[in-house]
């Protein structure tokens, strides 16, 4: 877009961002009337839902303000409904402390143990307050092949994810930004999903596998886990 804009205007300064700075990119996008903030605290537009990336082109250049969406959630409370752990505690406010997102990517440390059961087998992040919103009826699949699932991870089984060594989750994650976890965090998030799963051998063989594992995070984690099958 920059490279656009200097062919019409000449050279100018500019930077681009895409998720790759600590920039307010959702309070920018709904001044700039791309959407509102929903009651989720994501951003909303009546024709795309909220499933969209936002990126930003900071310029020098001189350029007229646009003009800022208004609220469309109405009286909808179903993206705080269907929240797992409760984490949407009011209107537009998010404990990020409480939210699936926040604590299978960015949590470093152990995980609340009072919020793995509400976890269900949420291993990489958590859309349920998406998928809720009305608004979503309205969003098309992207054409490109870079949004497809790759390595299979739609239909795979967490038995078979959580056997993978680090090699393995480096290489089957290339270019994927779950890779971004490490594969500690991984291990401990695949033990809480099978730690909510119904009781099965391959499952228990599983756990015991990495029971002795050099990682106390995912000890705690699988130890955890095999636990609840005994209550």
């Known amino acids: 877009m920059a490279k656009r804009i200097e062919d019409e205007v000449g050279p100018f300064g500019y930077r681009a961002f895409v998720d790759s700075a600590?920039?307010?990119?959702?309070?920018l996008a709904e001044?700039?009337?791309?959407?509102?903030?929903g009651k989720h605290s994501n951003i909303v537009n009546r024709k795309a839902g909220s499933w969209f990336f936002l990126g930003e082109l900071y310029t020098t250049l001189p350029l007229p303000a646009d003009q800022a969406e208004s609220d469309h959630c109405g009286r909808c409370t179903e993206c705080i409904d269907i929240c797992p752990t409760q984490a949407i505690v009011a209107p537009?406010?998010?404990?990020?402390?409480?939210?699936?997102?926040?604590?299978?990517?960015?949590?470093?440390?152990?995980?609340?143990?009072?919020?793995?059961?509400?976890?269900?087998?949420?291993?990489?992040?958590?859309?349920?307050?998406?998928?809720?919103?009305?608004?979503?009826?309205?969003?098309t699949p992207a054409a490109g092949d870079e949004f497809l699932p790759r390595h299979g991870l739609d239909s795979a089984n967490l038995c078979d994810l959580?056997?993978?060594?680090?090699?393995?989750?480096?290489?089957?994650l290339e270019g994927s930004p779950i890779r971004r976890m490490g594969h500690e965090r991984w291990l401990r998030n695949i033990a809480v999903a099978l730690g909510n799963a119904p009781y099965s051998t391959t499952i228990i063989a599983a756990l015991n596998s990495r029971r002795l594992h050099?990682?106390?995070?995912?000890?705690?984690?699988?130890?955890w886990a095999l636990a609840r099958f005994t209550q």
């Open 162 to 172: 959580f056997a993978w060594d680090e090699e393995t989750f480096l290489h089957r």
């Open 92 to 139: 537009y406010t998010v404990d990020a402390r409480r939210c699936i997102s926040y604590l299978t990517i960015e949590l470093d440390g152990p995980i609340p143990e009072s919020l793995r059961p509400l976890m269900g087998n949420r291993i990489f992040g958590c859309d349920d307050c998406l998928m809720a919103c009305p608004w979503n009826r309205f969003a």
């Open 22 to 27: 600590p920039v307010l990119e959702r309070a």
């Open 214 to 223: 050099p990682s106390e995070l995912v000890r705690e984690h699988v130890n």
């Open 31 to 37: 001044k700039a009337g791309l959407g509102w903030i």
